[in-house]
Nanobody, 125 residues
Framework: QVQLVESGGGLVQVGGSLRLSCVAS????????MGWFRQAPGKEREFVAA????????YYADSVKGRFTISRDNAKNTVYLQMNSLKPEDTAVYYC??????????????????WGQGTQVTVSS
C-alpha cells in the first residue's frame, strides 16, 4: 500500500507560480510511475503531467506544456509539479497518483493505483 500526501497548493494571481509536492510512503516509490491530475468544479478529472520511474521520460497535457514541469527525487520519495505562468483555467484540485505497473510515463487515469487527497490551486484574475 502506498500513501500519497500533496502540499503546496494555494491562492495565486494570474501569471504567478506554485510548486506542488507529493510525498509517498513505502520503500518502492522509485519503481512507480507518477502523475499529476486535476479536477475543476463540475468537470471530470484530467491529466496534467506524468513521469517515469527513473525520471527519464515526462509527458504533459497540451494545456500545460511549456508552463508546468514535473520532476521527482527518489531519495526523498517525492514528486513535484512546478507551475509557472498560471492562468484562471488552471484553478482546480490537483491530485498526485502512483502507478505500480506502468513501464513509462502514462496519461491514462486507469493506469494509476494510488491517489492522494488533493490540494487546491486557485488562480485569481
Amino acid at each position: 500500500q502506498v500513501q500519497l500526501v500533496e502540499s503546496g497548493g494555494g491562492l495565486v494571481q494570474v501569471g504567478g507560480s506554485l510548486r506542488l509536492s507529493c510525498v509517498a510512503s513505502g520503500r518502492t516509490f522509485s519503481t512507480y510511475a507518477m502523475g499529476w491530475f486535476r479536477q475543476a468544479p463540475g468537470k471530470e478529472r484530467e491529466f496534467v503531467a506524468a513521469i517515469s520511474w527513473s525520471g527519464a521520460r515526462t509527458y504533459y497535457a497540451d494545456s500545460v506544456k511549456g508552463r508546468f514541469t514535473i520532476s521527482r527525487d527518489n531519495a526523498k520519495n517525492t514528486v513535484y509539479l512546478q507551475m509557472n505562468s498560471l492562468k484562471p483555467e488552471d484553478t482546480a484540485v490537483y491530485y498526485c497518483a502512483a502507478s505500480a505497473f506502468a513501464t513509462t510515463a502514462t496519461r491514462n487515469l486507469d493506469d494509476y493505483d494510488y491517489w492522494g487527497q488533493g490540494t487546491q490551486v486557485t488562480v485569481s484574475s
